[in-house]
């Protein structure tokens, strides 16, 4: 099996890392739509491709600290929980009211999302 050269990882994790930075800019103005997952999976593709775009995205004032908080200790602080639970509740109710799923559906989408959130809020603060 032929691998695949350094420079092309390269480029396609940071191609990656950009897609994840732009749905992570989306997911700021869409409530059913998370941001911080995705800038974690940037902050991973770009330390993989390119110091220069993981530097300039650790130093973004809002999201720089958290990502660093996550990285060293698998950390969310507790105001981004809450908003992660309410953000979330606010999406199941909009999902409730627009598709009118049967019960099964409900139930499923309501069971992903707790299990979500247990896992949100089983980790560490700070």
């Known amino acids: 099996m032929r691998r695949l050269s350094a420079p092309l990882v390269k480029a396609l994790f940071a191609t990656l890392g950009l897609i994840a930075v732009a749905l992570g800019f989306i997911g700021l103005f869409l409530p ?17 491709s390119s110091t220069r775009l993981e530097a300039w995205l650790l130093a973004r004032p809002y999201f720089g600290p958290l990502l660093v908080n996550w990285r060293e200790r698998g950390a969310i602080p507790r105001y981004a929980k809450w908003m992660a639970l309410g953000g979330s509740s606010m999406g199941f109710g909009l999902f409730m009211l627009t598709a009118q799923p049967g019960l099964w559906l409900a139930v499923m989408t309501g069971g992903v999302i707790a299990a979500s959130m247990l896992y949100v809020f089983s980790r560490p603060d700070r």
């Open 32 to 48: 059913v739509m998370p941001t911080t997952p995705f800038l974690i999976v940037a902050a991973a593709c770009f330390a993989r």
